[in-house]
């Protein structure tokens, strides 16, 4: 029988690539989305290619909302559920602590108990974070390095890491945590500074826009990409038990080498285009994020394929293709 996996923030990067993901494995993916003022097409972007999929199928839920994600485990008796919903923009997370701190915490713990009261033979993949190791720049950071988390998206996440082992001791239920690096790719949220650098860049090349405010170039980032890292979380939920497990590219770059690799593809020049603005520093800095996967390389088999210049470059390239489309259209809108 075809597996059922239910997917929280399928809208978001990572969702998206993992339903592609499971629906080539022959899946059923119950992908859940937000309600908002927004329009459909426009929410839904990252899975459009999906909606006319008789195996995705979307449904609305607020991770917040504890009764919507019991109705769902109800309803569709899932035998994977991977808690991808998060409000996960760092910086934000300084401006709204406690709606963070409700989706990012409270949206794991409802889920954990929907789990244990309704379907508790349902595997449960949580998605940390690198962020939770912090301020704590002792490196390559792996499984056993210690936390020290400097923002409230990563206070939270941390907690929810805690209840997601505190959950599988005390239940016995099947529930791995990942604690993932940065990872990138085209449908990258826009407020991510690789994303705003290649879409920067490629409007720049096009003459669409003139410069760049950006905030602090030093920080040092584990960069891979996104579908190489959903690949890992299904990875975990297959394994023989249930665990915690660092998935990153063991490679280190700071933001300064992104923008220097992707101004280059674009052949523009830093100096004319980009301004340093302190309205995009934040209250605390996690400096330098650069991990050791070696426990997932080991027990899962798990490696990443994309390589941080191949990255850079397919969000570039990607980014100037969607911008020459949307010039085109406006050009011919009869087209
Ligand atoms: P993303 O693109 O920001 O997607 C997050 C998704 O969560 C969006 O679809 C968002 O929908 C949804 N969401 C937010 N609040 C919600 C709520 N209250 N109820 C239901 N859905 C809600 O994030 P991502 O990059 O795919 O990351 C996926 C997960 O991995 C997140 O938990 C993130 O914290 C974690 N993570 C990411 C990385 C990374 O480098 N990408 C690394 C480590 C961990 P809306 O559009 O409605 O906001
Ligand atoms: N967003 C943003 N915008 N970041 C900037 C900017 C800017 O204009 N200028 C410099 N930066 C710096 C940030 O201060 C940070 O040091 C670095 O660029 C990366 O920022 P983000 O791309 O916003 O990602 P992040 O590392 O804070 O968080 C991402 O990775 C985490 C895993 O380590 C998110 O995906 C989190 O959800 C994820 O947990």
Redo the contacts with the bound molecule.
């Keep these: 029988m075809n597996k059922t996996a239910i997917i929280?923030?399928?809208?978001?990067?990572?969702?998206s690539y993992l339903s592609d993901l499971l629906i080539d494995k022959g899946y059923t993916v119950i992908g859940?989305?937000?309600r908002?003022v927004s329009d459909f097409s426009n929410?839904t972007q990252n899975v459009s290619h999906l909606l006319d999929n008789r195996n995705f199928i979307l449904e609305e839920?607020?991770?917040?909302d504890s009764a919507s994600l019991y109705r769902l485990v109800h309803e569709y008796q899932p035998d994977e559920y991977y808690n991808?919903?998060?409000?996960?923009h760092v910086g934000t997370s300084f401006k709204t602590p406690v709606s963070t701190t409700e989706?990012n915490l409270m949206?794991c713990l409802y889920a954990l108990e929907a789990i244990r009261l309704q379907k508790p033979a349902c595997k449960f993949y949580q998605?940390s974070?690198?962020e939770m190791f912090g301020d704590n720049t002792r490196c390559p950071q792996g499984i056993d390095t210690t936390f020290s988390p400097v923002s409230p998206y990563a206070c939270a996440?941390l907690a929810a890491h805690h209840m997601v082992g505190t959950y599988r001791k005390s239940y016995g239920i099947f529930a791995s945590s990942g604690i993932?690096?940065?990872?990138e790719s085209p449908r990258r949220?826009e407020n991510f500074v690789t994303r705003k650098i290649t879409k920067a860049a490629a409007r720049i090349n096009l003459g669409l826009q003139k410069e760049l405010r950006l905030g602090n170039l030093s920080a040092q980032r584990d960069w891979g990409h996104?579908a190489d890292f959903v690949r890992g979380m299904w990875m975990m939920l297959q394994h023989e038990k249930a665990d915690d497990f660092v998935l990153a590219t063991g490679r280190t770059n700071s933001v300064q080498k992104f923008l220097e690799y992707v101004f280059a593809f674009a052949g523009l020049e830093i100096k004319d285009h980009v301004i340093i603005d302190p309205k995009f520093y934040r209250p605390c800095e996690v400096p330098k994020l650069w991990g050791n996967p070696d426990k997932a390389i080991i027990e899962l088999g798990w490696s990443p394929e994309c390589d941080f210049e191949e990255l850079a470059f397919e969000m570039y390239e990607e980014d100037l293709r969607r911008e020459k489309e949307k010039l085109n259209k406006t050009d011919n809108p009869d087209v």
Excluded: W
Excluded at 84 to 88: M, T
């Design positions: 929280t923030g399928v809208t978001g990067q990572d969702g859940t989305y937000r908002s929410k839920a607020d991770v917040t991808l919903a998060a409000q996960s989706i949206g998605a974070t690198s996440k993932l690096f940065n990872h949220g996104a």
